[in-house]
């Protein structure tokens, strides 16, 4: 059975860290493309980064580059989404999410993964 479990969630000062972390199971992080999601209240969910399958090319929305970066670890089955100078406007319940279909270029957009995790709330604030 194939699942996404996120952690690593909490609250955090304005231009403080989190790392997220998504444990896989049912299948191996390196055959599909992964992607991190975020949905802020009253707001649609959106695409953060993503890793790909093949190559593990990354990519990043614009709001978000510079200060975060995702990663995985083969070993672990797992995949990482590091948080730097993080802002109020980065509030939301962040989601891990796997597209089975192997791409070299990942995208964020939503329609193309099939499984996702339960997610884990971001809070950004004094």
């Known amino acids: 059975q194939l699942q996404l479990v996120e952690s690593g969630g909490g609250l955090v000062q304005p231009g403080g860290s989190l790392t997220l972390s998504c444990a896989a199971s049912?299948?191996?992080?390196?055959?599909?493309?992964i992607g991190w999601f975020r949905q802020a209240p009253g707001k649609e969910r959106e695409g953060v980064s993503c890793?790909?399958?093949?190559?593990?090319?990354?990519y990043y929305t614009d709001s978000v580059k510079g200060r975060f970066t995702i990663s995985r670890d083969n070993a672990k089955n797992a995949v990482y989404l590091q948080m730097n100078s993080l802002k109020p406007e980065d509030t939301a319940v962040y989601y891990c999410?796997?597209?089975?279909?192997?791409?070299?270029?990942?995208?964020?957009?939503?329609?193309?993964?099939?499984?996702w995790g339960q997610g884990t709330q971001v809070t950004v604030s004094s």
């Open positions: 999410a796997a597209d089975r279909t192997p791409h070299y270029y990942c995208s964020v957009s939503l329609t193309p993964y099939d499984y």
């Open positions: 049912g299948f191996t992080v390196d055959s599909y493309d």
């Open positions: 890793i790909s399958s093949r190559g593990g090319n990354t």
